[in-house]
């Protein structure tokens, strides 16, 4: 079964206190992996795909990475404006019609 | 701005009164899906259209049923809500199924179950 553990559950940090959020993945082939932003009362916002070990996307001060077991997302001097709970999902080369599997997410509170 | 549009924002309902939620894209993706998210919870698919090939999660519920009367617009009917029902309900789009096919999501309707 395809799964999806994201820790930690929840990180505080100090404005400017640089941090990776980890997502791990098990699955049977990798077609994709999504970053996701999610404030509270929205919708997921759409941030990054990632498709093979080795690959690395950046906007403004995220910077997700993936290898063949796990993904980071990485925070470099974050702002209270990036508070957030960051959603990592994957999708699977053999689930046919090709859901995403999410997980429970990273709730990011960046302190003033 | 192409963007989902989800309607209402907050519904509540009485416990066993049919409720429809409403969304609509104006990005002319193909495929439409419905997700349930629950508090600190991951958001949980419930069935998604691709085109007008509709395609049921094993687990989702009898409960819940979806039309999907034109490209732009896919509607949640829940006939009979439970108060386990209450959650938020998030409609999301992808221009294909393909690797790496990116969805994006509405704002969400959270239904409250009284």
């Known amino acids: 079964e395809d799964q999806v553990t994201q820790s930690p559950e929840a990180l505080r940090l100090q404005e400017g206190e640089s941090s990776s959020l980890n997502c791990s993945y098990t699955v049977s082939g990798l077609r994709g992996l999504f970053w996701y932003r999610q404030d509270p009362g929205k919708g997921p916002e759409f941030l990054f795909t990632?498709?093979?070990a080795g690959e690395e996307k950046e906007k403004e001060r995220l910077k997700a990475t993936l290898t063949k077991k796990e993904s980071f997302l990485h925070i470099t001097a974050p702002k209270p404006e990036d508070s957030a709970t960051y959603l990592c999902a994957v999708q699977a080369s053999n689930s046919g019609n090709t859901p995403l599997v999410f997980g429970k997410g990273t709730r990011l509170s960046v302190i003033a | 701005d192409a963007m989902v549009i989800q309607n209402p924002r907050y519904q509540v309902t009485q416990f066993g009164k049919p409720v429809t939620l409403s969304c609509s894209q104006t990005?002319?993706?193909?495929?439409m899906y419905w997700y349930q998210q629950k508090s600190s919870q991951a958001p949980k698919l419930l069935f998604h259209y691709y085109d007008k090939d509709f395609n049921n999660e094993a687990d989702t519920p009898d409960n819940f049923q979806s039309r999907r009367p034109n490209t732009s617009f896919c509607f949640l009917d829940i006939r009979s809500p439970g108060l386990g029902d209450a959650a938020m309900y998030l409609c999301?789009?992808?221009?294909?199924?393909?690797?790496?096919?990116?969805?994006?999501f509405g704002p969400g309707t959270r239904l409250t179950v009284t």
């Open positions: 999301a789009t992808s221009r294909d199924r393909g690797p790496g096919s990116e969805q994006y």
């Open positions: 990005l002319n993706h193909n495929v």
């Open positions: 990632l498709y093979s």
